[in-house]
């Protein structure tokens, strides 16, 4: 097979007329790369109306002379929402939905030996007859060719698809059961495959023979592989080699993985052992560009959901996504719960219809992926509808008898037509119980998932003040908790990963939803470290509080929180130790690792230095807690506490004032200074210091230095920080700066930005050439600072 890239120098305009048919007319057409959103929008505050029109790409293609009798497959990854093909002026196809693949045979329809104009007529117009659309939906869907097109060139005679099922998987004979589709049948038809490992070798070899018919089964048994699972994902690739009386006529890659995964009723197994999952719900949308981002972005959040927040799950809310990203999470270890394209809406028969064939494109695109687990063949949150979802699950169920099914909801007692109850628990707002029980949910013995939580019940932005932040966090980690202490449910998925826009109906007045545990750019919000801290791999230690006394009620500093995967914490207060804290296992008793509450800052100073004893100590800094949370109005017993003490240690009026600037609000003393020491057996891993900010920095961080352009343009993310000197983030800073670049490189987005929150991050992207590239960040407080980039082209 030859696969020719067509991503690059296509001809675009925001309109569409019938001229556009033919090359006679060329001006006022810009010159565009896919993938591509069919207008940049801002980061807030924009009418999603801007992003629905009908729109027009071109391409002229040369259509070499000696292709002419092989297969030639046009494939479109993915159109936002309504696609038209047309080719030298003629309508060859159409295709609805926005998030599955299509393919179209073009053998017939160019000229060899020539050029050949290939239109695409893209309407992104909400199109009630075509899911989601039809009603109010809570995300946008954006417009353009925003995955990737290319030219399949195959013999007319080809392997068209494979499928590979592993069985017996915990046996050391394992079975490889596959089912594989040709386009046609001749005589003498044959297959020979074989198994190669990662490392390029090949593990078994076996060959079989074609029958009648273009649909075949074929069974082999393998030893000597190694499962996938979460910790060691190990892929294997299947080559198919099509022969035809002993002559080689066409080859054929599949690449999957060895386990066994299943929902039971306590719980999710994989490969025969028990696994919590703990994961985040996705979107695949970005600030500006929507969906329009190209492979390396797509495997970024991927990496980002597995080895920085530390889970093991991500559900593809509400469609199928991007292959790349699936491709990394099969690559990482990430498992993935995929569902259809939908948001509570159920249209007509027509919208029905191209539901069941989303089932149908979802399914043969992706269930060769071991990272996939679950297919989700229900609208999201939508009516029980008995016709229509006995149809989805028996498709599902055809096509792909490895997997069960599961369709979200977020009512009770929802008839069961799944394999699992899939249910999206809003309960928990803060003082209740964090999760519903499985019994309340549904009146089934079914395996049971929690697929959505959070999100919408507490919506917290990065600027939000420490106390809203926090509350944000604990509504995390009490759901997390909850979940692990129950046989009964086999994981929870937050909502959600990421900020994301939204129409007008939904978000916080500016079309953004601000539900994530990190905002549209991906920067962590405080809830992100629930996440984080439960892993093992990097030490994590961050505090909730900035521990400025202004930024709370009545300067009251309360429970400071830690989100830590350590041992324990020391806490330092201008280098005197004060005490060791450790995770509060009595409030949270199932997290494997619980967060430490910090809700004493004085220690053993009151004894240390001003000759109170211990146990008098105790009673002062309680005394010295009220005072700063109630002022003068200090409860009766409060008084009378004080009163004791002051006539036991003689102290007046004065010295209760001495007492409380010097050891809670350092009114006019010199810069308090926090230290949190983080340590794990025995030995400090990570350290933080908090004091009163006197001096702040600019931080730059790209994601990558070296951005490699090959089937698409390539992208990195660059993420800005105000920083004060102790590396703490600003949290309030909102400075302005102008962003400049040098080289083969372009901006995505505004060039003049403003912190959000004391961070901001931007994408670049590639342009056509080789060479080293730079981009400058302009601030009139900080200056100019400069990264350095090397950008790379080739062909794949």
């Known amino acids: 097979m030859q696969k020719i890239n067509l991503n690059f120098g296509w001809q675009y305009k925001m309109d569409f007329c019938e001229k556009y048919l033919t090359g006679s007319d060329d001006s006022n057409f810009e010159l565009v790369n896919i993938p591509h959103t069919n207008i940049i929008l801002d980061y807030n505050n924009f009418d999603e109306s801007e992003y629905q029109f009908v729109s027009c790409y071109r391409k002229p293609v040369n259509i070499a002379r000696e292709l002419k009798g092989k297969a030639l497959l046009l494939r479109f990854e993915g159109i936002a929402s309504h696609a038209r093909l047309y080719i030298n002026g003629s309508f060859i196809a159409e295709h609805s939905g926005g998030y599955t693949p299509f393919d179209i045979d073009i053998s017939d329809r160019v000229i060899y030996g020539a050029g050949n104009l290939f239109v695409i007529v893209c309407d992104s117009t909400e199109r009630e007859e075509i899911p989601p659309f039809g009603k109010v939906i809570d995300y946008l869907t954006y417009g353009g060719i925003y995955r990737e097109v290319y030219l399949e060139v195959r013999e007319k005679t080809h392997i068209k698809d494979i499928f590979v099922r592993t069985l017996d998987v915990l046996a050391p004979a394992k079975i490889l059961d596959m089912d594989v589709e040709l386009s046609r049948v001749c005589p003498g038809m044959s297959v020979e495959f074989k198994l190669i490992s990662s490392l390029n070798e090949p593990v078994s070899r076996f060959n079989c023979t074609i029958g009648n ?11 000597g592989v190694r499962l996938w699972d979460i910790e060691n994902p190990v892929l294997y690739t299947l080559q198919a080699i099509l022969k035809i009386n002993d002559t080689e006529v066409d080859s054929y890659e599949v690449r999957f993985g060895f386990r066994e995964a299943r929902f039971r009723t306590n719980g999710f197994y994989l490969n025969g052992k028990r696994v919590k999952l703990m994961g985040l719900n996705r979107h695949q949308a970005y600030p500006y560009t929507g969906y329009a981002m190209p492979e390396t972005a797509q495997k970024k959040d991927a990496d980002l959901l597995k080895f920085e927040l530390g889970v093991n799950m991500v559900r593809t809310s509400h469609y199928p996504q991007s292959r790349h990203f699936l491709d990394r999470c099969d690559e990482i270890g990430l498992l993935v719960f995929e569902e259809i394209p939908g948001w509570q809406h159920i249209g007509n028969e027509k919208w029905k219809e191209l539901s069941c064939r989303n089932v149908r494109d979802m399914i043969l695109r ?26 989805t699950n028996r498709i599902a169920h055809e096509l792909d008898n490895t997997r069960q099914t599961g369709g979200v909801r977020n009512f009770k007692d929802s008839r069961l037509l799944e394999d699992v109850y899939t249910y999206n628990d809003f309960s928990h707002h803060g003082s209740n119980a964090a999760l519903e029980l499985p019994s309340k949910v549904t009146g089934t013995n079914a395996p049971y998932l929690v697929t959505e939580h959070n999100g919408h019940m507490f919506p917290v932005k990065r600027f939000d003040n420490e106390g ?15 979940m692990l202490g129950s046989d009964r449910i086999s994981g929870a998925i937050g909502w959600c990963m990421s900020d994301y826009n939204t129409h007008k109906d939904f978000g916080s007045g500016d079309r953004i939803c601000y539900h994530g545990v990190s905002d549209m750019f991906r920067i962590p919000k405080l809830a992100w470290y629930v996440y984080a801290s439960q892993q093992d ?18 300067g009251d500093l309360g429970t400071v929180y830690a989100f830590t995967n350590c041992d324990h914490i020391k806490l330092y207060k201008d280098n005197e130790y004060i005490k060791t804290f450790y995770p509060d296992r009595k409030l949270f008793p199932n997290l494997k690792h619980p967060p430490v509450r910090i809700d004493d800052f004085i220690g053993d100073l009151l004894t240390k230095y001003e000759n109170i004893s211990a146990k008098d100590s105790l009673r002062m800094k309680n005394i010295l807690r009220h005072a700063s949370k ?34 809670v609000s350092n009114w006019g003393g010199q810069r308090i200074s926090f230290r949190f020491e983080g340590c794990k057996n025995g030995q400090i891993v990570k350290s933080v210091v908090k004091s009163t900010s006197e001096s702040t920095h600019l931080e730059v961080r790209p994601d990558s230095r070296e951005l490699i352009e090959a089937d698409t343009y390539d992208v990195t993310r660059i993420v800005v920080r105000a920083l004060d000197q102790n590396d703490n983030l600003m949290n309030y800073a909102s400075d302005a700066m102008v962003v400049e670049t040098e080289g083969p490189i372009e901006i995505i987005g505004p060039k003049c930005i403003a912190l959000i929150g004391g961070v ?32 790379k082209k080739f062909l794949r």
Do not use: Q
């Open 630 to 663: 109630y002022g003068m109005n200090l409860p009766m017993s409060s008084k009378l506490a004080m009163g004791r003490l002051m006539l036991k240690y003689k102290l007046s009026m004065d010295d209760g004032m001495r007492l409380f600037g010097t050891y």
């Open 366 to 391: 992706d269930r060769n992926h071991p990272a996939i687990v679950l297919w989700g063949v229900r609208i999201n949150e939508s009516a029980d509808c008995d016709d229509l979802y006995v149809k």
């Open 760 to 791: 901001r991050a931007f994408w670049i992207k590639t342009a056509g050439r080789s060479g080293r590239a730079f981009v400058r960040i302009k601030s009139e407080k900080y200056g100019m600072h400069e990264a350095e980039f090397e950008i």
């Open 213 to 223: 018919s273009a649909k075949g089964k074929v069974t082999g048994k393998v030893s």
């Open 468 to 482: 809203r932040r926090l509350e944000h966090a604990l509504r995390h980690m009490r759901v997390l908790d909850n």
């Open 537 to 554: 791999h990097t030490p994590v230690l961050e505090i909730s509080s900035s521990m400025d006394i202004g930024e709370h009620s009545g």
